[in-house]
């Protein structure tokens, strides 16, 4: 079964500062893979999913860009923080079409100060 | 469009009780699936029970089973014996035929001992 690691876990950064969060599969290929952002007491909010290397579909339009780099590996970016990137970020993956669960890693929760 | 409503935003239960979260949903589509997902305080969203439309037999796991009417679009989750470990944000998720997974806004559960 595949393991989704996600880091830093957690992270203060100031307003206009840049951001990079990292999400890696292990124990399979070929995953979708997904970042979702959460606030506190709330659903998710899908942000980007990818269905292979460089191909990423962007859900909100917004401060955020991600980038698929390699198979197993989904990064989150930003040029310049913002307060409302606030929140806890979820990566996700998944495999086909529309029938199978998805598997979620631990989450980063970023605060923006 | 394709929608997830979790219509109770808290619930409550004792512990060794039953309790029963709704979660409805809407889509034209005939083949979709449906998941029910835990989020315990440690935020890590774990899968719990997980339905195929195509299947009337209701899905069951252990304490964890759905009543799952197709035709009124319900997927309710039923926790039976309630321990304090089910205590939670529980979301109820959708997909059918994409790479998007659409979730409910949650139901917060408290096991009281």
């Known amino acids: 079964s595949q393991t989704i690691h996600q880091w830093p876990a957690t992270l203060v950064q100031p307003v206009g500062s840049p951001l990079s969060l990292e999400c890696t599969v292990e124990g399979t290929s070929n995953p979708n893979l997904y970042w979702y952002r959460q606030a506190a007491g709330r659903g998710l909010q899908l942000l980007f999913y990818s269905v292979g290397i460089g191909q990423i579909s962007s859900e909100v339009p917004q401060n955020l860009s991600a980038s698929r780099p390699q198979d197993r590996q989904f990064i989150l970016s930003s040029k310049k923080l913002l307060l409302s990137d606030s929140g806890f970020y979820l990566c996700a993956c998944s495999h086909g079409t529309g029938a199978y669960e998805q598997y979620f890693g631990p989450g980063t929760r970023l605060t923006v100060t | 469009a394709q929608t997830v409503t979790q219509s109770q935003p808290e619930m409550s239960v004792q512990e060794a009780e039953t309790v029963t979260l709704s979660c409805t949903y809407d889509?034209?589509?005939?083949?979709?699936?449906l998941f029910w997902y835990k989020q315990p305080p440690s935020r890590q969203m774990i899968l719990v029970i997980r339905?195929?439309?195509?299947?009337?037999q209701n899905a069951t796991e252990n304490r964890f089973s759905v009543n799952f009417q197709k035709a009124a679009k319900s997927f309710s989750l039923k926790i039976s014996d309630s321990q304090l470990g089910d205590t939670a944000m529980y979301f109820c998720?959708?997909?059918?035929?994409?790479?998007?997974?659409?979730f409910g806004t949650g139901t917060r559960l408290k096991v009281l001992a």
């Open positions: 339905q195929e439309a195509y299947k009337q």
């Open positions: 889509t034209s589509e005939n083949n979709y699936y």
């Open positions: 998720a959708f997909i059918a035929g994409t790479y998007k997974y659409i």
